[in-house]
């Protein structure tokens, strides 16, 4: 009697990473196993800049993973276009998913807030970034993040209050019990520096603090230990919990979510559009200065 032999079973889909924030090393040890997507969310000059985490991905910011037609650059696509463009990129529902960028934490907090937005818990944003990754010892692949697999099974399921727009955070900014805080330079915040967009005013909206997201970082782009990130909202936080974050056009504001979420909060919100929805309604205020 031949003996039947059972069918191969397909791999377990990888475990969710243990937080918002990998190393190096956690992703190193996990590298091309099933299930494991890494995607590459780098913008601006990073963008191009032609090399890439072995298999790494695209999240486009500068391209299909923004909102267009939006007046402010980098908006969040609607739910059902964001969904399209996540299966595009082969991403289930049981994915596990790491985030990066050439700039270390910068655009990469953007993704992992945006994935968050849209009910997906299994990211987490690589601590440092490519140069980390890079400055490590790790294998890195000439080319550009792309992907020519199968389509994924990724649902959104929007979460209504993780981005925001300008009524939203004009309440805040009147509610004793919430705080504004803005994630750009500090000479960008008092309108000591233009703005980087032309014709945009300077300033910023009355009522929120400065927090520049630089900060939040050490030596390397890593981000700060918790403790020392708990300090950092806390000194500017009091006792208020619900935070709101803003920046230019709400990527910086994301490196603020994630500071503050490895800091223990939990009521959070990222200023879809940011300074540059906010400047460019003449109807709302903005003051120069501290």
Known sequence: MTETRPAAEAPAPPGPPPGPLVGVDWL??????????????????????????????PFDLDGALSDHEAPAPHTMPAAAAFEEALRGLGVDDTSTVVVYDGAGVYS????????????????????????AWAAAGRPVESGGPAYEGPRGSFTARPRPGLLVDFAVVGAALA??????LDARTRERFTGAAPEPRPGLRGGHMPGAVNLPFGELQRAGGLMRPAGELREA???LTGDRERLYFSCGSGVTACVLALGATLAGHSSLAVYDGSWTDWAGRPELPAVTGR
């Open 28 to 57: 190193a040890g996990r590298l091309g196993e099933p299930g494991l997507v890494v995607f590459d969310a780098s913008v601006g000059a990073h963008r191009g800049a032609g090399r890439r985490i072995p298999g790494a991905r």
């Open 108 to 131: 990469s907090a953007r993704a992992w807030w945006m994935l968050r937005a849209m009910g997906f818990d299994r990211a987490a944003v690589l601590d440092g970034g490519l140069p």
């Open 175 to 180: 509610d004793p019990g919430a705080l504004v």
């Open 233 to 235: 909202f806390a000194a």
